[in-house]
């Protein structure tokens, strides 16, 4: 069980936007900054979003996050077929006093 | 751009140790700022760090497992090390190193992993 709630699917097709939800607490999220990493299958995760919603140099403008009170969002413009991967958040819990992830989002582009 | 690679044998047999090793290239182990760290993916799970070290030798460990998990480095070898003893098949996984960045302060405590090795598949069993 994930400390970090996020839904086991979502969906969307080419061209639409879509949302990625990461929920947490006063302990995680609602504290601290929260990191989104892509993961395809058989790969390694990459950095998306660093520190809410600050991409790193050579990732696409259509990704984007934000955080609002105890969860996080990762939102997707403009879908493509190649965005089609798992969707991992993450925060620091000053609670548990470590990291913590949330069990990720597979996101099918039909 | 940094690059990590993991190596170590694919197969450990319970109650025995896993050790495995990340070589850094294109970049330092005695980058001031970063940290080193293991993380693992059980097949089909989400993600669990398990410890991570600075150049200078500071470690810090996933309180679950601390008992079991030794992190290491060596700057000459440009490598780091994570030694995982009693295993047993609830430790199969993918096991990938990573640089973090981990700032922790007063008031909010920031981390995220900019680079990742490929991973390597570990499978407890006799």
């Given at each position: 069980q994930s400390v970090l709630t996020q839904p086991p699917s979502a969906s969307g097709t080419p061209g639409q936007s879509v949302t990625v939800s990461c929920y947490g607490g006063g302990s995680n999220i609602g504290t601290n900054p929260v990191s989104w990493y892509q993961q395809f299958p058989g790969t390694a995760p990459k950095l998306l979003i660093l520190t809410d919603n600050q991409r790193?140099?050579?990732?696409?403008?259509?990704?984007?996050?934000?955080?609002?009170?105890?969860?996080?969002?990762?939102?997707?413009?403009?879908?493509?077929?190649?965005?089609?991967?798992?969707?991992?958040?993450?925060?620091?819990?000053?609670?548990?006093?470590?990291?913590?992830?949330?069990?990720?989002t597979k996101l099918t582009v039909l | 751009?940094?690059?990590?690679?993991?190596?170590?044998?694919?197969?450990?047999?319970?109650?025995?140790?896993?050790?495995?090793?990340?070589?850094?290239?294109?970049?330092?182990?005695?980058?001031?700022?970063?940290y080193w760290s293991w993380i693992r993916q059980h097949p089909g799970k989400?993600?669990?760090?398990?410890?991570?070290?600075?150049?200078?030798?500071?470690?810090?460990?996933?309180?679950?497992?601390?008992?079991?998990?030794?992190?290491?480095?060596?700057?000459?070898?440009?490598?780091?090390?994570?030694?995982?003893s009693s295993v047993t098949a609830a430790?199969?996984?993918?096991?990938?190193?990573?640089?973090?960045?981990?700032?922790?302060?007063a008031l909010t405590t920031n981390f995220f992993f900019d680079s990742w090795g490929q991973g390597i598949l570990v499978t407890v069993s006799s």
């Amino acid at each position: 069980q994930s400390v970090l709630t996020q839904p086991p699917s979502a969906s969307g097709t080419p061209g639409q936007s879509v949302t990625v939800s990461c929920y947490g607490g006063g302990s995680n999220i609602g504290t601290n900054p929260v990191s989104w990493y892509q993961q395809f299958p058989g790969t390694a995760p990459k950095l998306l979003i660093l520190t809410d919603n600050q991409r790193p140099s050579g990732v696409p403008d259509r990704f984007s996050g934000s955080k609002s009170g105890t969860s996080a969002s990762l939102a997707i413009s403009g879908l493509q077929s190649e965005d089609e991967a798992d969707y991992f958040c993450a925060a620091w819990d000053d609670s548990l006093n470590g990291r913590v992830f949330g069990g990720g989002t597979k996101l099918t582009v039909l | 751009q940094v690059q990590l690679q993991e190596s170590g044998p694919g197969q450990v047999k319970p109650s025995e140790t896993l050790s495995l090793t990340c070589t850094v290239s294109s970049g330092a182990v005695r980058t001031g700022g970063y940290y080193w760290s293991w993380i693992r993916q059980h097949p089909g799970k989400g993600l669990e760090w398990i410890a991570n070290i600075y150049y200078s030798g500071t470690t810090f460990y996933n309180p679950s497992l601390k008992s079991r998990v030794t992190i290491s480095v060596d700057t000459s070898k440009n490598q780091f090390s994570l030694n995982l003893s009693s295993v047993t098949a609830a430790d199969t996984a993918v096991y990938y190193c990573a640089r973090e960045r981990y700032t922790p302060k007063a008031l909010t405590t920031n981390f995220f992993f900019d680079s990742w090795g490929q991973g390597i598949l570990v499978t407890v069993s006799s």
